[in-house]
């Protein structure tokens, strides 16, 4: 076991390698860099009457009848570091990333890292409701399933669930602004921000309340889609077991039905579902819906993560990447490892 996740763990120095230098070299091709950005910007601020502006390299004054001088430019090059060969921008970059230093965003003017946690906080609440009631809503509705397989509460609910599955998140979100959120029928919810603006002046108890209703509309969009996989696979797991040869001699031997199921079916059936538990934990607190995000004024990861590709904040591109990237090998990893501690039959031994 130790020699496969040392063999994992260096595996995952090249294939994160790999992957920056893929994305790195896609970036150089890209128009519209960050330079290009900020000449376009100081361009339509002078040509919207502003006489002079001021270059952030401290460069001189631009003034839009005369255009930028080369000097300017390469002001601005020097600032973002293209006046370096692209291999040795990648050299330093990733130097800076094994230390986790991700440097500064082009566009927000702040630390990437700092940017990030703020950011979290509603991809955090968005992942985490979304993944708890996928559970605890799945799972047993899956078992019920399984148990009552083919009458019509298994119908019924099937057609629930792949209902709520055909339903784009953003689609149901529109909807249910309208009908909850104040659009033109019942203002029950409010449908902006992660909290009220007076959120600060209230209680605990006042601030809890707060918190969970504005989550009410989103979360709901967005968990919704994710009942029907979830639900599926448990009742395939279960059906599955239950028609083995162990749950007849279980049977057979006067057991009764409840325990055949929680005592023998259970952790056999679950184990599909526990190896996939690391890999959405982890995907709860760092996911970002830009849909559910801007339908519900919310500023999370993922209106970041578009607004960076879309005025190529290549910091901050780079530097999430780079992070998602580790840390969805160290889940896999984590994944892999599961298998074992679920089903002790599983060996890694002589794995290669």
């Known amino acids: 076991m130790g020699a496969y996740i040392l063999r994992r763990l260096l595996l995952m120095i090249p294939t994160l390698l790999g992957i920056m230098a893929v994305t790195f070299v896609v970036i150089q091709f890209v128009p519209g860099g960050p330079v290009e950005q900020m000449i376009a910007r100081m361009e339509a601020g002078a040509s919207g009457g502003h006489g002079e502006v001021a270059t952030p390299a401290g460069g001189g004054v631009y003034r839009g009848a005369k255009g930028l001088s080369p000097d300017q430019i390469a002001a601005l090059s020097k600032l973002y570091g293209f006046d370096r060969p692209a291999h040795e921008r990648f050299l330093l970059m990733i130097g800076n990333y094994l230390r986790f230093d991700f440097g500064d965003s082009y566009y927000h003017h702040r630390s990437v890292t700092a940017l990030v946690i703020d950011k979290l906080p509603v991809s955090i609440s968005l992942g985490m409701w979304t993944f708890l009631l996928t559970y605890l809503v799945s799972i047993p509705l899956g078992i019920r399933k399984a148990v009552r397989h083919g009458d019509r509460f298994d119908a019924a609910t099937s ?45 605990w108890p006042a601030r809890i ?38 749950v007849l001699t279980a049977r057979a031997k006067g057991i009764t039905e409840r325990a055949v199921l929680y005592r023998h079916v259970f952790r056999n059936a679950l184990i599909p579902l526990v190896t996939g538990f690391p890999g959405s934990f982890v995907a709860a607190f760092f996911s970002g819906s830009l849909l559910i995000e801007t339908i519900f004024s919310l500023d999370g990861l993922g209106l970041l993560g578009y607004e960076s590709v879309i005025n190529r904040d290549y910091p901050v591109v780079l530097a999430t ?25 599983i060996t890694f031994e002589g794995a290669h």
């Open 159 to 203: 057609m629930l669930i792949l209902a709520g599955y055909s339903i784009p998140g953003f689609v149901l979100g529109v909807l249910l602004i309208v009908l909850f959120g104040g659009g033109s029928f019942w203002d029950l919810f409010p449908i902006r921000g992660l909290v009220s603006d007076h959120w600060e002046s209230l209680s």
């Open 209 to 246: 309340i707060d918190y969970l209703w504005h989550m009410v509309l989103p979360v709901f969009a967005s968990v919704v889609g994710s009942f029907a996989v979830m639900t599926m696979l448990t009742k395939n797991s279960f059906l599955e077991e239950i028609s083995k040869q162990y």
């Open 321 to 345: 990447l780079y992070f998602y990237t580790l840390l969805g090998l160290i889940t896999k990893l984590i994944t892999d490892l599961t298998y074992v501690v679920a089903d002790p039959r």
